[in-house]
Every structure is written in C-alpha cells, then in structure tokens.
C-alpha cells in the first residue's frame, strides 16, 4: 500500500513538472537567461552574423532576452548617458555589430570622434543595415536610426558629419557589438 501511495506521489510530481515545462515561452529556459554581450549570444537566439532575415519579436520576448540596459535603449528607446561608452575613443580597427542581433551596422574607419558623447560613424555599412524614422519626440526633429534587420532603436543622424557624407551616426554604444578585423580573420582562417 505505502508503495503505491509513493508511486502515485512521483507520478503526481512528475505530471505537475511536465505542465511547468509546457507553460514556458516557446523559448528554452536557457535560452531566455540574461547574456552577457559576448560575441557568440548563446543566450539570444535572434543573434546571428550570418543571418539578414528580418527578426521580429515579441517585446515580451525581447524583454527576456536581452541585458537590462541593451533592451531599455534597443526595444524602449532610451539613451545611455554620455561618454560611458568605451567605443567612444577606441580607434580600434574592425566592424560595430547590432548587439541585438548582429547585423552589422558601422566599420571602424568610418568611425570618427565628434566630441559629442557617444560613438559616432559617416557612413553604415550598406544602405540596408540602417532604417531611417522621423522622430519629433522632445520638442525637436530629428531623425532616429534603427538596425535594419531587428529594428532596435540605434541613436539618431545629424547633418553635422564629415565628409564624403556629412553624416554623424551618433549611436548608443550599449547597443553595439565590436569585432577586431585581426579576432575575424583569425577566426576565418580556422575554418
Ligand atoms: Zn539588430
């Protein structure tokens, strides 16, 4: 009799941790732990550098995948506080990545130092890595940039660049991912 009370006990247990499993998001539980802004995002299954299709993901999604401070400026638009970031000065030379996603978005020797706080850029890599939006929030028009893959919210572009474009990508350095071309080409040549 105590046998089969234990027996039903384990399966009662073992039923009730079945229905918590199914209750999770479609997403794995590891998948949804916080990362960590490495480069691989084991933890953010929308990161790829390999793959442009467009992601699109819930905000309930992206809330748990993503560190506190990239989805408060990525997914609500927000603005990290000036000269925090350390790509603001680095002349490092290599390629700026979406740390949403891992589009890339900026290659360093378009890279230039504007004074204005953040990282700033010229020119992104390719007409596509970027979309444009008016933004008339704060009493001023400007135009906000968003990644063209993930569509987070990078920063804004100003008219006060340098040339060829005269362009100024001021970005939100929270939101960016950097690649050393020497870290790429080593990692190529290991193939
Ligand atoms: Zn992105």
Known sequence: MNHLIRNTCIVVLALLFQQCTYSQASL???QLKSSNMDTTKKDNPA?????????NLTDEQWKKILPADVYAIARQKGTERPWTSPYETSKEVGTYYC???GNALFKSDTKFE???GWPSFYEPVSKGSIIYKADNSLG???TEVECGRCKSHLGHVFNDGPPPTGLRYCI?????DFEKAKDAEKKYNAF
Do not use: F, Q, T
């Open 28 to 30: 794995s539980p590891n």
């Open 47 to 55: 990161y790829s550098r390999k793959d442009s299709a467009p992601v």
């Open 99 to 101: 740390a949403v996603c």
């Open 114 to 116: 504007s004074g204005c």
């Open 140 to 142: 001023m028009e400007r």
């Open 172 to 176: 939100n350095g929270v939101i960016l």
